[in-house]
């Protein structure tokens, strides 16, 4: 089992920064694929950026609406999974999810990955944006 603790959201101004900090427990060396969810309401949860991770390398992928905006980090050593978000948008508004579960393959954790492929959620935190 692995739980998982958001933090770091809250209001920020359009054109802001706010950093998401995701703090994981338990059977940590279970998972090797991480990743930030949003969600509005009414609307299915999107992925926004995954991190695989295989040794000390790691490879990411973004969604098209936050890449070069937003950098997805895992600190191994503090058990970490962290969310920088620069250039805020209004549209960027929503619930933020941390995601994890193990992957056989790099390829098979991308940020296209739907809800029901990650076995373990965060309780999530409120990111709201202002124009």
């Known amino acids: 089992q692995v739980q998982l603790v958001e933090s770091g959201g809250g209001s920020a101004q359009a054109g802001g920064s706010l950093r998401l900090s995701c703090a994981a427990s338990?059977?940590?060396?279970?998972?090797?694929?991480m990743g930030w969810f949003r969600q509005t309401p009414g609307k299915e949860r999107e992925g926004v950026a995954t991190?695989?991770?295989?040794?000390?390398?790691?490879?990411?992928s973004y969604a098209d609406s936050v890449n070069r905006r937003f950098t997805i980090a895992r600190d191994n050593a503090k058990n970490t999974l962290y969310l920088q978000m620069n250039s805020l948008k209004p549209e960027d508004t929503a619930m933020y999810y941390c995601?994890?579960?193990?992957?056989?393959?790099?390829?098979?954790?991308?940020?296209?990955?739907?809800?029901?492929?990650?076995?373990?959620w965060g309780q999530g935190t409120q990111v709201t944006v202002s124009s």
């Open positions: 338990g059977y940590t060396g279970s998972v090797n694929c």
């Open positions: 991190i695989y991770t295989y040794g000390i390398d790691s490879d990411t």
């Open positions: 995601a994890a579960d193990f992957r056989s393959s790099g390829y098979l954790c991308d940020v296209g990955l739907s809800q029901a492929d990650f076995r373990y």
